[in-house]
């Protein structure tokens, strides 16, 4: 070998090896898992309750078993995604009591203010079915993202709460807020009140 040779081929993998050195190395963010959706399908939710809808097939409902459940309160259990949307149906008495009901649903949403980033109002009416009422998307690290209530305005209030069993981070389950809002929008729409 030639001397330059000798002398460059040192040099050459003293560059290389302080080339490949990173010395601005930041912490990469915690990465979340791919979530796989399930394909889309309802059935109808048969019970001996005074409303009927649909709900998906990847949900399971349940009996509402807290110490302050009434007789015809449930939870749609998104097992797969930890969340709950918890139903709640109450009869109405007369005017004054439709209107603190109506006006529990607002306060009830506008709670999460503090955290939430944006509160939208969606008026529901289907007058076909008779089926009012007013939807609620949360935006923001808050405990619940979804919230409506639907009533015929006489005698029946019903009403829905999207939550998850885990600290609010809506960057990451937005995703998810998103794929059940749609499960929701399919519930209101096929929403009954059977009496």
């Given amino acids: 070998m030639k001397l330059k040779q000798l002398i460059f081929l040192p040099f050459a993998l003293l560059l290389c090896i302080t080339a490949c050195q990173n ?5 990469k963010p915690k990465a979340y898992f791919r979530i796989e959706f399930p394909k889309k399908e309802y059935k109808p939710f048969i019970a001996p309750v005074p409303f009927a809808f649909e709900y998906p097939v990847y949900a399971s409902i349940e009996q509402d078993k807290s110490r302050d459940a009434q007789k015809d309160w449930y939870n749609l259990h998104f097992k797969q995604f930890n969340g709950y949307l918890h139903l709640t149906y109450y009869d109405v008495s007369g005017k004054n009591e439709y209107n603190e009901m109506v006006e529990d649903a607002r306060k009830l949403a ?5 955290k939430a980033s944006a509160i939208d109002q969606k008026l529901i009416n289907y007058p076909d079915h008779k089926v009012y009422g ?25 009403r829905g709460a ?9 960057d990451s389950i937005a995703p998810v807020i998103n794929f059940i809002k749609k499960d929701i929008d399919k519930l209101i ?7």
């Avoid at 506008?110 to 503090?114: D, G, L, R, Y």
């Fill in 110 to 114: 506008f709670k999460h203010t503090i």
């Fill in 162 to 170: 999207l939550y998850f069993n885990e600290r609010p981070q809506y």
């Fill in 134 to 158: 007013i939807y609620y998307a949360i935006e923001g690290n808050t405990a619940s993202s979804v919230q409506f209530f639907l009533t015929d305005s006489v005698k029946h209030y019903f």
């Fill in 189 to 195: 729409s096929t929403f009954r009140w059977k009496n």
């Fill in 23 to 27: 010395h601005d190395y930041s912490p």
